[in-house]
């Protein structure tokens, strides 16, 4: 359901709806369509709309879970690929994939839920970050592929929009 960033709501409660508005979007551009509509490559370089899904459930793991020190499902990257996280593999459903990125949320909702906003954790990459980064870059980062994945949506059906309205 459609939840507006409050105009006065303290910072890490705005974080974090925008956040969820963002993976409303996702969610709801995916649903109804087929897995050969989810599997179709939509750019030159392949990329599909489940394999969007796939990389959003390994970074919301990577930068709640990993950079915290908190549980984590094995993450889907591949030192020989470095697309891996990007492709939904034969072998994976796409009730796996959506299932992956709704747990990934959820324990990323844990850990935001759990931690001052100003918690420090260690990133991927080496340099100490803030819950506070952690919830700006990922709203950058799922309103990105949001906006991809609206555009892609768009070229299979038709729909736009950025919410589902009753």
Same mark, same amino acid.
């Given at each position: &359901?459609?939840?507006?960033?409050?105009?006065?709501?303290?910072?890490? %409660?705005? !974080?974090?709806?925008?956040?969820?508005?963002?993976?409303?979007?996702?969610?709801?551009?995916?649903?109804?369509?087929?897995?050969?509509?989810l599997r179709r490559p &939509?750019? $030159?370089?392949? /990329?599909? /709309? /489940?394999?969007?899904?796939?990389?959003?459930?390994?970074?919301?793991?990577?930068?709640?879970?990993?950079?915290f020190g908190r549980p984590?499902?094995?993450?889907?990257?591949? %030192?020989?690929?470095?697309?891996? *996280?990007?492709?939904?593999?034969?072998?994976?459903?796409?009730?796996?994939?959506?299932?992956?990125? *709704? +747990?990934?949320?959820?324990?990323?909702? %844990?850990?935001?839920?759990?931690? $001052?906003?100003?918690a420090q954790g260690q990133?991927?990459?080496?340099?100490?970050?803030? &819950?506070?980064?952690? /919830?700006?870059?990922?709203?950058?980062?799922?309103? +990105?592929?949001?906006?991809?994945?609206?555009?892609?949506?768009?070229?299979?059906?038709? !729909?736009?929009?950025?919410? *589902?309205? $009753?």
């Amino acid at each position: &359901m459609y939840q507006p960033v409050p105009p006065l709501g303290e910072e890490k %409660e705005s !974080l974090h709806i925008a956040l969820e508005r963002h993976r409303q979007v996702v969610r709801w551009k995916v649903s109804g369509l087929s897995d050969e509509e989810l599997r179709r490559p &939509m750019t $030159p370089s392949g /990329l599909t /709309l /489940l394999g969007l899904v796939k990389h959003l459930g390994a970074v919301e793991f990577g930068w709640f879970c990993h950079t915290f020190g908190r549980p984590c499902e094995p993450l889907p990257f591949d %030192e020989d690929d470095p697309e891996a *996280d990007m492709k939904a593999s034969d072998d994976e459903s796409t009730a796996d994939i959506m299932a992956f990125y *709704d +747990r990934a949320c959820a324990a990323a909702d %844990e850990a935001i839920e759990a931690l $001052p906003i100003d918690a420090q954790g260690q990133a991927w990459f080496g340099e100490t970050v803030s &819950m506070r980064w952690v /919830l700006i870059h990922m709203v950058e980062e799922v309103a +990105r592929h949001a906006g991809q994945i609206d555009l892609m949506r768009e070229h299979i059906d038709g !729909l736009v929009g950025d919410h *589902d309205r $009753p």
